[in-house]
């Protein structure tokens, strides 16, 4: 147990709705981070926040939004959804000033399903 | 941003010692090596992470050469529960954040 949780587990959705993600990072990490996991792209960045404040954007389509709250729990928004979007969503988080730049905490993911 | 390269999938069996190589000619300065592993269905976890030289924990060791172009991942003494994917990543310095860059990673398949 990464300490990171996402709910849902599961999502079931039609197209052109709208979803929301939402994570609770590990006790005291101020970064979050979001991730999809599809067969065909892999396991790509989408966006991470800083205590609040958006840090760096990877490829998240503009349908997408995240923010991330003051009591760090971050939501990712899904809009007019797309067969394509059906992927796994990793929510993960990262200490401040840990011993490893790069080790951050990830979590079970929510499996959304477009149909 | 440095790429990197390394085997799409690697057998081996119980109770061996596994070494992945991954290449990443193109790592900057201050661009650290990390390793994560990453079983079915869950998110990635992290092993381990390295500047140079070798680094060792409980779980494996990360050999790293002097020109940095390259790095070994080992996994001593295998068993059926390794049986995973496994990435290497180098730390993009051109952001602000420490976002992780995946690769296809390395499907590693432990046979009793």
């Known amino acids: 147990d990464s300490g990171v949780t996402q709910t849902p587990k599961h999502l079931i959705t039609a197209t052109g709705q709208r979803v929301t993600l939402r994570c609770s990072p590990r006790?005291?990490?101020?970064?979050v981070y979001w991730y999809q996991q599809s067969l065909d792209q892999g396991l790509q960045f989408l966006i991470q926040?800083?205590?609040?404040?958006?840090?760096a954007k990877g490829n998240i389509l503009e349908r997408f939004s995240a923010q991330q709250f003051p009591d760090l729990h971050s939501e990712l928004n899904l809009s007019s959804l797309e067969l394509g979007d059906s992927a796994l969503y990793f929510c993960?988080?990262?200490?401040?000033?840990?011993?490893?730049?790069?080790?951050?905490?990830f979590g079970p993911g929510t499996r959304l399903t477009v149909t | 941003l440095a790429k990197t390269t390394q085997p799409i999938s690697m057998d081996s069996y119980e109770g061996q010692e596994v070494n992945i190589t991954c290449s990443h000619n193109?790592?900057?300065?201050?661009?650290?090596i990390t390793w994560y592993q990453q079983f079915p269905s869950q998110g990635p976890r992290f092993i381990i992470q390295?500047?140079?030289t070798k680094v060792t924990n409980e779980v494996a060791s990360l050999f790293i050469p002097a020109d940095r172009k390259s790095s070994t991942l080992s996994l001593p003494r295998v068993s059926l529960s390794d049986t995973a994917v496994y990435y290497c990543?180098?730390?993009?310095?051109?952001?602000?954040?420490?976002?992780?860059?995946f690769g296809g990673g390395t499907r590693l398949m432990v046979k009793p």
């Open positions: 993960a988080s990262s200490p401040q000033g840990g011993s490893h730049p790069y080790e951050q905490y």
């Open positions: 193109n790592i900057a300065t201050n661009d650290y």
């Open positions: 006790s005291g990490d101020l970064s």
């Open positions: 990543l180098v730390g993009d310095q051109g952001n602000a954040g420490n976002m992780l860059t």
């Open positions: 926040y800083y205590n609040g404040e958006e840090r």
């Open positions: 390295g500047y140079k």
